[in-house]
């Protein structure tokens, strides 16, 4: 045996320089404790010479192979050395990033940031220059910095980022689909639209590259976003500045140099836009003589569309469907017929990035800044609040909120509750 993976190392060391390297994404189901997980991985990387692993933006494991000899070995080598079974596709909560009509367009306030910027400019002692941008058609003052190699960088309010002597103005919209201004370039089976007005024809692919990107993984909990329009403007801004008199400097940058630019553009507009949840919903029938213990249930299972016939017709998330049955036996002792009609997408109605509390900083210092034992003290804070009883946990308060922040968990994205609670032990000790 130990021959035979000598070999296996020899063989793979020779493919490793004869093939190319072949990446693959693996996706992983339950992850209890995600920082171990990425340890083992590491450690069988380091053990493998001709096997490597990258870590998605996602939170998604990347596996990468030389060659396809060994990738189904790889795969099996891993999957027993790590206890866990890889799939390829889906999530347990399913849902949607879409947009609702009308535009919500967030700038910078302008005195604030021209006061940031020139505090700036005087810690750096003249290296950078500040430069004024002004937009009579947007009425938007845009202030940036020109370095002393002639390279620009952005500052992004609303809608809105220069990238070099580059303007953009995008918007993200329902209600401006059909203007007759922009042309659209771009768009998906998911009823996403890329417009653009006066984009030069070597942008246009760029941004439709760009579109088809993002469009996969939206802003607020990296999932297929739904319904969104994306309105593109480009213009060229005339600037005049320069480190040294009657010299000024000029630059024709390449739209390829400033691509990560874009892509943090098109993110912050959809992150400033009117985005809300769609949830996945399954559609029930429950025939029952116990109406009232079910209603109760069902209330507390966040069900919508509540229809009382000759049976009861309502629409309840997917994460309750599971254990729906169940816990309709158990509360009719037996008496129950639950039927499947059809799934459906549903809008909740909570805006996930709203926050109805806010601290001062008396609070702040004596509950610290993530204010958790804050949350628990006042019982009602957006999205926080748990109520424990012998059927289900009902969020009370944002509930789109903690449909996110349960998506995030589950691809090992939110972070800030286990950062918190380590600092918190380790405290203790």
Known sequence: EETQQKIRKIQQKYLKIQKPLIKVTLLVDKIQNYVKFLAKVKQYAEKEQSVDFELTSSGDIQLVVCGDVHLDLCVQALQNELLFTFRTTGSLLQIYETAIGGM??????????????????EKVEGQDKQLQLSNQEHAVVWPCYTRAVGQQFSHFAGFEGLLGEQKFVLCVSLQLKNQNDFVEVKSDTFDNHLFVKNAPDKLVPILQSIFKQQMLQGPLCYEQMSGLSVFVEYFQQETQKSLFKNYFLKQKPSFGYFYQEIIN???????????????????????TPYLDKVS????????????????????IPQQYALSLGSQLRQLTSGYVELRF??????????????????????????FGVAGKNRKSDLKAVAGNLKIQNNVAKEFVGNYAEAVIKGVLKQKGLLIEEVVEDGEKQRTQK
């Open 296 to 315: 109760v249930l069902l209330a507390q299972l966040k069900a919508q569309n509540v229809v009382y016939d000759k049976d009861i017709r309502a629409s």
């Open 265 to 287: 553009l098109f993110q912050q507009s959809c992150k400033f836009s009117n985005l809300r949840i769609l949830e996945k919903h399954f559609r029930i029938a429950v025939a």
């Open 341 to 366: 009609l059809q799934i459906e997408y549903m809008m909740i109605a909570e805006d996930p990035r709203h926050i109805d509390v806010a601290m001062d900083e008396e609070e702040e210092i004596e």
């Open 104 to 121: 919500c367009n967030i700038q910078l306030q302008s005195e604030k940031c021209e006061a940031i910027l020139t505090e700036y400019a």
